[in-house]
């Protein structure tokens, strides 16, 4: 870990405690002035240097209400802050008042404030040996002397302090990080866990729908063991159950993306209309009765775009729901949901006529592990709802009248809001962009684009590798010099933009003789390039819209000859994709992990692998290192292979591509995505 990486890190650590901190500093710097002046006189005093240490807190007391450009250097103000204020400023007044017993005193205290601030024991010895350095340096220069007053002996007791400082907290430190990381390792396992048995179901859904004729027109009516409404019927079951299953998935990856150091995280925040994530809620939440949906009413005059996470506020609106339902036996029961704007803000309701809350309990609503009246209830369902609300910088309130309704008022700030822009400057910190192509003044406004979000820029030439590659690079958005593309790359571009995720920038500079004019298929994300600021703009709000993925399946390649091994330990799932595959005309052979793929390859010749991370015997990653690098496989040490896995962070791609995976896709995938990326591979 490096220094930047480290200060980082400690930052993050003290972060929720900057208040409290910075509000000390900026009233006890000045109060001790008077106190050290008046009440018990020191020989030297320095109200200036106070003040500056004063103004240097502040901007930890006023963070939400600092400029844009402040949120650039923050990392960098708090560790100069600290330094300054704590080992700098206490030992050059120690110095100045010679050594005297209350300055050493308070010399040592600013050692161990250091260290419970910047507990990383590399940045507190490297700044305060820096800070010590520097503070003698002044006093010798101011002074002429430093030694009156000093003895050797004082060296010892401030090593002592420090080191004793650094261990404590060492442990502390380790303690800590030992607990994020059995969480962060706890919550990957549950969640390979769950998708395991989710793929399998997910797979016999798709296979069900996939062997499932349309309609049986074409069958005697006396053969037939089902009507046609009874097939419609079950193909609306399926496609309910897989609905269900990837919302079961969605709440995975909130699991795995949006909770970050037990905080909700701004990363995964992006674009999302409020209409859809209601009707959403509304579709797929679990009614004990199906004569529940008939008593929830929603009504919406305009759709409203909030800035968010929308796995996220589906669970608030899930939690309001359960808790309205659980008094539905009153008469005339029923819930209402309203949307509407108002000012600069967007107010959604969500009103019940149940049992309502008694006044002395509405205060009381939002504290963790509080519950009014309900059995079997945690009492952090409300609780966390608001922390979700928070994070979106909105407000949630209750208001209620007992034996006749409850209703919850949920306020979000517009996205053009100075609050939300906040969030989107922090979150693109964050970002990693790439460019390829070579117009020299769009590279320059993006390099300046990337100092002052700080978000991380690569550069490339533009050539048919890097264009077919595009889900390699994991990256947030990626901007295309499209005045340089001929047709070939073109088309294969055309595939790319079919079958990712990842948002696509197709940029035209207006000083180009050739007047590019799109194609509704590029429209979307065409943008003709005439200044920064409308560059700016173009990013930010590319950055963070999720882009949908095109279902409609590409024609496959000529697939006479063409074999796929399937690698997986989950019969459902081989079963799924094999006749998936099948059905599309490829040669499918089936292995139940690696060895037995290994044995296989030294006898017959596959086009692509599809492969599962992790299984039994030998997993996926140790039989692509054989093939990689085992001359006894040189027929396919370039052919694609494609990990199939319930748990793909940003980390473990990162290995599994060292290894020598080709691509990755995601446990269940629908037939559509299975589909486009073999097809992406077989034809490069």
Known sequence: MNIKQRIT??????????????????????????????????????????????????PFVIKSLMPKWFYRY??????????????FFFCYMMIRNEWSVVWIMSFMAAIFLSIMIIYDWLLILIFTTIAACTAALIGYMTMGHIGAGFHASYLIVFSFSYFTGICFNYRNRIEIESKQLFSQSFSNGIAHEMRNPLGALYASQEVLLELLPDTLTTDPQHNRLISNAEVSKLRDIIKDNISVINNGNNTIDLLLNSIDNQKISSHSFHYTSINDVINNALNVYGYKNKNDRNLVFFQ?????????????????FFNLLKNSFYYKEKTDFKIIISVYSKHNETIISVKDYGKGIPSTAIKNIFTEYYTSGKKNNSGLGLSFCKKVIDAFTGSIECYSTENISTTFIIRLPIITSPTIDKIKY??????????????????????HLAYFYNFTLCYEQISSNNIISIDEKNYDCIIID???????????LQDQIDTTSINIILISHKDY????????????????????????????????????????????INVNKTKIMIVDDNVSLRLYCGILLKNAGYDVIEA???????????????????????????????????????????????????CYSGLLDEQHKEHLITVGISDFLVKPSSKAALLSIVNKWLKS
């Open 74 to 87: 923050k990392e960098k103000h708090f560790v100069f802050s600290i330094c300054f204020s704590l080992p």
């Open 300 to 316: 919406i005059n305009k759709d409203s775009m909030f800035f968010g996470n929308s796995i996220l506020l589906r669970y608030v």
């Open 513 to 556: 003789d050739t007047k590019i004019i799109p194609t509704e298929t590029y429209k979307p994300y065409f943008f003709e390039y005439d200044h920064i600021d409308t560059l700016q703009k173009k990013l930010t709000t590319q950055c963070f819209t999720r882009t949908k993925q095109n279902n409609t399946l590409s024609s496959p």
């Open 426 to 447: 922090d979150s693109m910190s964050t970002k990693k962009i790439l460019f390829i192509g070579n117009q020299p003044q769009i590279l320059t406004d993006l390099n």
């Open 9 to 58: 890190s400690a930052y993050r650590y003290i972060e929720p405690n900057l208040f409290i901190i910075g509000l000390l500093g900026s009233i006890g710097f000045p109060a001790y002035y008077f106190i050290w002046t008046y009440l018990f006189p020191q020989p030297y005093e320095n109200l200036l240097l106070r003040l500056v240490c004063t103004l240097l807190f502040l």
């Open 482 to 492: 499209i005045n340089l593309i001929n047709n070939s790359l073109l088309k294969k």
């Open 592 to 642: 139940d992990n690696g060895l037995t793929a290994l044995n296989y390859l030294q006898e017959i010749t596959v086009d692509l692998i599809l492969m599962d991370s992790q299984m039994p015997i030998m997993s996926g990653i140790e039989a692509t290192k054989e093939i990689r690098t085992n001359i006894q496989y040189n027929l396919h040490q370039c052919i694609p292979i494609i």
